[in-house]
Every structure is written in structure tokens, then in C-alpha cells.
């Protein structure tokens, strides 16, 4: 159990330490920049690769994931007139029947 005791302390230090540290490194105008600066250069380089993946999978001859959400959204207008078609027809047979 003394263990537990030293490392919980151990901990609680290292939490204290690093709390303030990270503080003051978030206030830090330099940091930010810097930070800021890498995670723009990040996302472009991930938006050349997501391009250049699409474009590969489209020379491929594969659906892109533009294509894939067109087809769905396709699919759900379809889906959708073909219920509205099924209701107008179950309306009509119950027309016919009061009617007969």
C-alpha cells in the first residue's frame, strides 16, 4: 500500500507541474502561431493526398465517394416516389372497393 501512496504523490506532482506548464504554453503567442502554422500545413497536405487518392480511384474506374453519395441520394428520391406511388395505388384500390 505505501506504494500507491508515492506513486499517487508522484502523480499529483507531475499533474501540478504539467498543468502549469501547458498553461502558460497555451497563452504563449509564439506557440500558437507556430502550432497554428503546422496544423494549416497538415491539412493541405492532407487534402493533396485525399485528391490525389481520388484521383487514383477514379482512374481506377471505381465510384468516388462523390459518386457514392449521388447514387444514395439518388436511391432516396427514388425510394421516396416510389412509396409516394404505393400509397396513391392503395388509395385507388380502396376507392374501387367502396365504390363497388
Same mark, same amino acid.
Given at each position: 500500500?505505501?506504494?500507491?501512496?508515492?506513486? *499517487?504523490? #508522484?502523480? %499529483?506532482?507531475?499533474?501540478?507541474?504539467? $498543468?502549469?506548464?501547458?498553461?502558460?504554453? $497555451?497563452? +504563449?503567442?509564439?506557440? @500558437?502561431?507556430?502550432?497554428g502554422?503546422?496544423? +494549416?500545413? !497538415?491539412?493541405? %497536405?492532407?487534402? /493533396?493526398?485525399?485528391? #490525389?487518392?481520388?484521383?487514383? /480511384?477514379? %482512374?481506377?474506374? @471505381?465510384?468516388? *465517394?462523390?459518386?457514392?453519395? *449521388?447514387t444514395? =441520394?439518388? !436511391? =432516396?428520391?427514388? &425510394?421516396?416516389?416510389? &412509396?409516394d406511388? &404505393?400509397?396513391? @395505388?392503395?388509395?385507388?384500390?380502396? #376507392?374501387?372497393? *367502396?365504390a363497388?
Amino acid at each position: 500500500m505505501p506504494e500507491q501512496s508515492i506513486f *499517487r504523490q #508522484a502523480f %499529483a506532482l507531475w499533474e501540478r507541474t504539467a $498543468s502549469a506548464y501547458f498553461a502558460a504554453l $497555451s497563452r +504563449n503567442p509564439f506557440f @500558437l502561431g507556430s502550432t497554428g502554422s503546422g496544423l +494549416n500545413a !497538415l491539412f493541405s %497536405a492532407k487534402k /493533396v493526398a485525399d485528391d #490525389a487518392l481520388t484521383s487514383f /480511384v477514379s %482512374a481506377l474506374g @471505381l465510384a468516388t *465517394r462523390e459518386d457514392q453519395e *449521388r447514387t444514395l =441520394h439518388l !436511391l =432516396h428520391q427514388i &425510394e421516396g416516389k416510389l &412509396e409516394d406511388l &404505393e400509397f396513391e @395505388l392503395a388509395e385507388r384500390r380502396a #376507392a374501387e372497393t *367502396r365504390a363497388s
